[in-house]
């Protein structure tokens, strides 16, 4: 146990004393009155995002909490107004005992309903918050014996994580125990010249906004990205590290796999070569974090290779993955970088971080990469916005 499980407790046994000091009618109303609240907020919520989609993160999050406690505090407050009128009279009847026992029962379980709603979205919070909940035994056996909490909990991530990056596990599982990323760049200097040379920044246009990500070569006039990169894009382009920008077309986009192709006429790029990983060796990861015109090398190293069921880019559906578990300390705009090793080949395609340790990274292993090279191009196809 943690310190947000000994939380959970003491929130349950508050519950239990609010219910036991109110009783069930009092206490039913409210929470009836909560729970049609929250339902409502399923869709309000959403709507107000959708009003001010693209703009800044801060607004985002303000807009959707006032919204969220404006819609479940009036219609919570109607309920609570007759539940006290009913109160005082049970309180004068045999009956208040047995109104108050089933009060504090129910209210145990309306605040592990509470939970359940909650910690998902707060899984997603970067740095202790997520930490504490991916690491908390209560959570973690809510989560194994509860069905998947109700689409409100997507608007809700949306609001506390904005990376755009997918669910590698669609449980609350913490982040793999990985040791540090080495200190130094152990690919020769050489080799990352050449690797360097066939990568991109990737500007995808939509959405009330610009989003940019990384990508590479993997075969003529063509680059591979993420697919959360380029969701919803009206238009794309391509920087070369020399600066030279391109008119790119996405052919392929697979929100499952968090893959893109992109086509780009005239692209004058080296295609990067191929190879399986090596576990526990060290490489690089060349991107451009933050959108920056130059690429950035990360040393690396890849700790493991296994299957991990997570969801699509749109945090709906569960998939399945083969993901790389890397040791490197990876930023925002990462996304789609090359993962290489020594002699400059590709490992595998960067696509999240973990929000509980900034030095976790994960990478799409090979077998995805082919598998999105093999299906059929279907020009212009970006999907909606994330």
Same mark, same amino acid.
């Given at each position: 146990m943690n310190l947000l499980d000994v939380l959970l407790v003491l929130l349950v046994v508050i519950a239990i004393g609010g219910g036991l000091r109110l009783g069930l009618v009092a206490r039913a *109303?409210?929470?009836?009155?909560? *729970?049609?609240? @929250? *339902? +409502? #907020?399923?869709?309000?919520?959403?709507? !107000?995002?959708? +009003?001010? /989609?693209?703009?800044e993160p801060g607004l985002r999050l303000f807009v959707g909490l006032v919204v969220l406690a404006i819609t479940v505090t009036v219609v919570a407050s109607l309920f609570q107004a007759v539940g006290l009128r009913a109160r005082r009279t049970i309180a004068a009847s045999p009956l208040s005992g047995i109104d108050r026992v089933l009060g504090a029962v129910a209210g145990a379980l309306v605040m592990t309903a509470v939970l359940w709603f909650l910690l998902p979205a707060a899984s997603q919070v970067p740095g202790e918050v997520s930490r504490q909940v991916r690491n908390s035994t209560l959570a973690a056996t809510l989560e194994r014996t509860t069905p998947d909490p109700p689409d409100a909990v997507r608007a809700l991530r949306s609001l506390v994580d904005t990376s755009r990056f997918p669910e590698v596990f669609a449980d609350l599982q913490p982040a793999p125990v990985t040791g540090p990323p080495p200190e130094e760049i152990p690919v020769p200097q050489d080799v990352v010249? $050449? #690797?360097? !040379? !066939?990568?991109? =920044? @990737?500007? *995808?246009?939509?959405?009330? $906004?610009?989003?940019? &990500?990384s990508g590479f070569a993997f075969a003529e006039n063509t680059v591979v990205t993420n697919a959360h990169v380029v969701a919803g894009a009206e238009?794309?382009?391509v920087k070369r590290p020399d600066g030279e920008r391109l008119q790119a077309t996405v052919v392929v986009f697979d929100?499952? $796999?968090? +893959? #893109?192709?992109l086509e780009v006429a005239g692209l004058g790029q080296q295609p990067l070569e191929t190879a399986p990983p090596e576990m526990g060796a060290d490489g690089a990861v060349i991107g451009y974090?933050?959108?920056?015109d130059t690429p950035r090398v990360a040393p690396t190293r890849i700790d493991d290779q296994r299957t991990a069921i997570g969801r699509d880019i749109y945090g709906r559906d569960r998939t399945e993955r083969d993901v790389l578990f890397l040791s490197s300390a990876l930023q925002q705009g990462d996304s789609g970088s090359?993962?290489?090793?020594? /002699? &400059?080949?590709? =490992?595998?395609v960067v696509f999240a971080i973990s929000p509980d340790n900034p030095t976790a990274a994960f990478a799409l292993a090979l077998s995805e990469l082919e598998a999105v090279s093999a299906a059929p191009r279907t020009p212009g196809e970006t999907g909606p916005c994330i």
């Open positions: *109303a409210s929470w009836i009155g909560l *729970a049609f609240g @929250v *339902a +409502l #907020a399923t869709w309000t919520v959403p709507t !107000a995002l959708s +009003l001010v /989609e693209g703009g010249d $050449r #690797a360097t !040379a !066939a990568t991109v =920044n @990737v500007e *995808a246009d939509g959405c009330n $906004r610009r989003y940019e &990500g238009q794309v382009h929100p499952d $796999r968090d +893959l #893109a192709i974090p933050g959108g920056q090359p993962v290489i090793d020594v /002699e &400059g080949r590709v =490992n595998g």
